[in-house]
C-alpha cells in the first residue's frame, strides 16, 4: 500500500510542474469548494460569523481587522478578501501536494482523488481543528456540517484529481506519470 515508486520526470521538473498544475488545480477546486458549500453551508449563519479558517488565522496572531477585511463588489455584497486567500491558498498548497506526492504514490489517487479527501477532512476537521479550539469536538459538531465537509472535500479532492489528471494528460513535453 505504501510503496513508493521512481517517477519518470526528475525532480526539477517534478516541483515546477506540481507547483503549477497545482495552483491551477487549486483554483478549480478552490471555486468547486465555494460552490459546494453554497448548496450545502457547513455551519449555521451564527456559527459561521467567524469562520474557521478566519478563527484559526486570528489563534495564530493575525488581527482580526485584517481577518475580516472586505471590499464591497456589486454595490452591496461583501467580499471577504482575506478569508479568500486563505480557502485558496488552502487549496493551492495541497493540490500542489497532490501533484508531488502523486509522482512517487499512485495509491494518493484512489477513487480518482476521494480518498485524498476524505484523509485532509479526517486530519483537519476531526482531528486538528477541534485539537486546537477553532472548532467544536467532532461529536459536539452538527451533523450538518459534517454532512457537508465530508462530502465537499470528496468533491473537493476529485476536482483536484480530475484537473491535475487532464494537465498531466495534456502536457505534450512532460514526462509527469497520470494516475
Given at each position: 500500500m505504501f510503496t513508493l515508486q521512481k517517477p519518470q520526470a526528475n525532480l526539477k521538473e517534478i516541483i515546477i510542474k506540481s507547483v503549477w498544475f497545482g495552483f491551477i488545480a487549486g483554483m478549480v477546486s478552490g471555486m468547486v469548494k465555494i460552490g459546494w458549500e453554497n448548496i450545502f453551508p457547513p455551519r449555521t449563519i451564527a456559527r459561521n460569523l467567524i469562520n474557521p479558517p478566519q478563527h484559526m488565522a486570528m489563534q495564530i496572531g493575525i488581527p482580526k481587522k485584517l481577518v475580516e477585511s472586505f471590499v464591497y463588489y456589486s454595490q452591496d455584497q461583501k467580499v471577504f478578501w482575506f478569508t479568500l486567500i486563505l480557502h485558496f491558498s488552502f487549496a493551492i498548497a495541497f493540490s500542489i501536494l497532490y501533484v508531488f506526492i502523486s509522482q512517487y504514490w499512485s495509491k494518493i489517487g484512489l477513487w480518482q482523488g476521494a480518498a485524498y479527501g476524505i484523509v485532509l477532512w479526517i486530519a483537519w476537521h476531526v482531528i486538528i481543528m477541534p485539537a486546537f479550539g477553532t472548532v467544536p469536538a467532532p461529536w459536539n459538531q452538527?451533523?450538518?456540517?459534517?454532512?457537508?465537509?465530508?462530502?465537499?472535500?470528496?468533491?473537493?479532492?476529485?476536482?483536484?484529481?480530475?484537473?491535475?489528471?487532464?494537465?498531466?494528460?495534456?502536457?505534450k513535453r512532460g514526462h509527469l506519470t497520470n494516475i
Open positions: 452538527p451533523f450538518a456540517e459534517h454532512f457537508s465537509e465530508f462530502f465537499g472535500h470528496i468533491v473537493w479532492a476529485w476536482a483536484i484529481a480530475a484537473t491535475v489528471y487532464y494537465l498531466i494528460a495534456k502536457d
